[in-house]
């Protein structure tokens, strides 16, 4: 029997990830595009038997960056990061009312390398930020940066 002509889903390494004003933005991770909608329920006159449910509020989840550590980049970038997550920690404690959110693009690549889907997340910041992952003597890995990034909301926009 031959193979229905379908289209293969697309693969899970295959993504891009631009946000304004990064040099150096190649990331080897991203998750928690996510949402999730509360539940609100109550009572009816007449259906006292159940609860009504409707929707409540919705929250988006944090999203999770990661990079190789890369330092001396003739291309430069190697501080994105840290100067985005020192921006936020310049309000927290200075009351400063300098702009650190930022939106930005989540790109999603078919095997052909034709760009399917772009996700765009609103008013990104750092609520987290790792300059370097576990440092281990007795391993060869990559040394990785992470950035949790709290944000108002996504949606596609490809």
Excluded at 59 to 88: C, K, M, P
Excluded at 90 to 111: C, E, H, P, T
């Amino acid at each position: 029997m031959a193979r229905a002509s379908i289209e293969d889903p697309l693969k899970k390494f295959r993504f891009r990830i631009i946000v304004d004003g990064f040099q150096r933005a190649g990331f080897s991770k991203c998750e928690g595009l996510e949402k999730t909608t509360e539940e609100a329920t109550y009572r009816e006159g007449g259906q006292n038997e159940t609860k009504q449910k409707s929707a409540g509020l919705t929250n988006y989840s944090d999203l999770t960056l990661e990079r190789g550590q890369i330092v001396g980049s003739q291309r430069g970038g190697d501080n994105d990061f840290i100067t985005w997550a020192d921006q936020v920690n310049q309000v927290s404690a200075a009351g400063n009312a300098a702009n650190y959110r930022k939106d930005l693009d989540i790109q999603q690549f078919s095997a052909q390398n034709v760009r399917m889907r772009v996700w765009r997340v609103y008013e990104a910041w750092p609520k987290v930020f790792k300059p370097v992952g576990p440092l281990d003597a007795s391993s060869s890995e990559n040394s990785v940066e992470v950035i949790v990034l709290a944000n108002e909301g996504w949606e596609p926009v490809q």
